[in-house]
C-alpha cells in the first residue's frame, strides 16, 4: 500500500533517491541545463517535499514550491526505477495538488525536459498543458515548461 505524506529532505533514503535523481538528469542533459533545488532550497520556508512510500521503503519524492502569489512550481519529481509503472508518480502529483490547493495556490507550472518523454506523457494525463519557458528556462533550449490551473 502506498503511503503520501510531507517529510524533511535531511533523511538517508530521501538524499539517495535525490542522488539516483540528479544522475539521472545528468545522464540527459548538460550540467548547465539542470535546474534543480539543492537540499537547503527544499528547505526554505513555503516547499514542502512529498514522499511515498510502500510499505516503508520510499517510492518516490516531489516538491512543491509555493511562491506566494497564489502560484506555485513542482522541482524534484523522482520516482525510484524499482517503482515506476505502479501509479507513484500520479498519486504525487495527486497529492501535491491537494497540497497546492489547501495553500490557495492556482496555477501550478513545471519545467522538464525534452529527452523525458515520459515525465510529458504524465503531465499530459494529469490535466498539464505546454507553456512558453518562463523564469530561468527562457534562455534554456532543452526546457519544456507546462502548467495546470487549479479548480
Do not use: W
Not at 522541482?75 to 509503472?85: I, N, Q, S
Amino acid at each position: 500500500m502506498i503511503t503520501i505524506s510531507v517529510e524533511p529532505v535531511r533523511q538517508p533514503d530521501v538524499l539517495a533517491l535525490m542522488q539516483r535523481g540528479d544522475d539521472y538528469a545528468l545522464s540527459l542533459y548538460p550540467a548547465e541545463n539542470y535546474h534543480s533545488l539543492d537540499v537547503s532550497g527544499l528547505e526554505r520556508a513555503g516547499v514542502t517535499l512529498l514522499a511515498a512510500r510502500f510499505d516503508g521503503a520510499l517510492a518516490g519524492i516531489v516538491a512543491l514550491v509555493d511562491n506566494g502569489d497564489t502560484t506555485a512550481e513542482i522541482k524534484r519529481m523522482f520516482v525510484a526505477d524499482t517503482h515506476r509503472g505502479r501509479g507513484v508518480a500520479g498519486a504525487l502529483l495527486a497529492r501535491l495538488e491537494e497540497v497546492a490547493a489547501e495553500a490557495s495556490v492556482a496555477l501550478i507550472r513545471l519545467e522538464t525536459g525534452h529527452p523525458q518523454v515520459d515525465a510529458i506523457a504524465l503531465y499530459e494525463k494529469h490535466g498539464y498543458a505546454r507553456i512558453p519557458a518562463f523564469g530561468p528556462y527562457v534562455d534554456d533550449p532543452t526546457s519544456l515548461c507546462m502548467e495546470k490551473r487549479l479548480p
